[in-house]
């Protein structure tokens, strides 16, 4: 993961294929976070939205890379899903993204209070598309990373 890490702070830097306004979602985590192990989030905590049935949230997203979710926004983005009544956990709203091509997979790591949505998949041609997901959270992240990694 610390490679993967390093090879998406390169790419967002050098790649022309990230010229687009999309880009602007993605957020690198800083050299300092290059060589520090990255562990996987709960994928219970994570609902990612289906493409083609988040524009609200993409809409509510494109101001902010974290909302927090009241139950009449969260019925909004996801209607007939019933509100989280954890005490010790609030739905979260946050960026991610992903290349067009469907042999990529898209995830949440986390270091410490720092999350990272994660896309990775191969270099291939392609566009970049803004993903949403919901994280179930005691509070939300020091920082939020939007990242991708591909390999050959």
């Known amino acids: 993961m610390k490679a993967a890490l390093a090879l998406l702070t390169f790419l967002a830097a050098t790649s022309p294929a990230l010229a687009d306004p999309l880009d602007l979602w993605l957020a690198s985590p800083p050299p300092r976070l ?3 192990t990255w562990e996987n989030f709960d994928y219970g905590r994570v609902t990612f939205l ?4 988040d524009a609200v ?9 974290i909302v927090a979710l009241d139950r009449k926004t969260f019925t909004k983005i996801l209607p007939g899903a019933p509100y989280p009544q954890e005490a010790d ?21 986390k270091h410490g209070e720092d999350l990272c949505v994660l896309y990775n998949g191969p270099i291939e041609p392609g566009d970049i598309r803004h993903r949403a997901a919901i994280l179930y959270l ?15």
């Open 34 to 36: 290059a060589d520090v």
């Open 50 to 53: 289906p493409s083609g049935e």
């Open 57 to 65: 949230a993409l809409k509510l997203l494109a101001r902010h890379k």
């Open 89 to 109: 956990r609030k739905p979260y709203l946050v960026r991610g993204v992903e290349m067009e091509q469907s042999l990529g997979s898209i995830g949440v790591v």
């Open 138 to 152: 005691p509070a939300p992240p020091k920082h939020l990373y939007v990242a991708i990694t591909l390999y050959s």
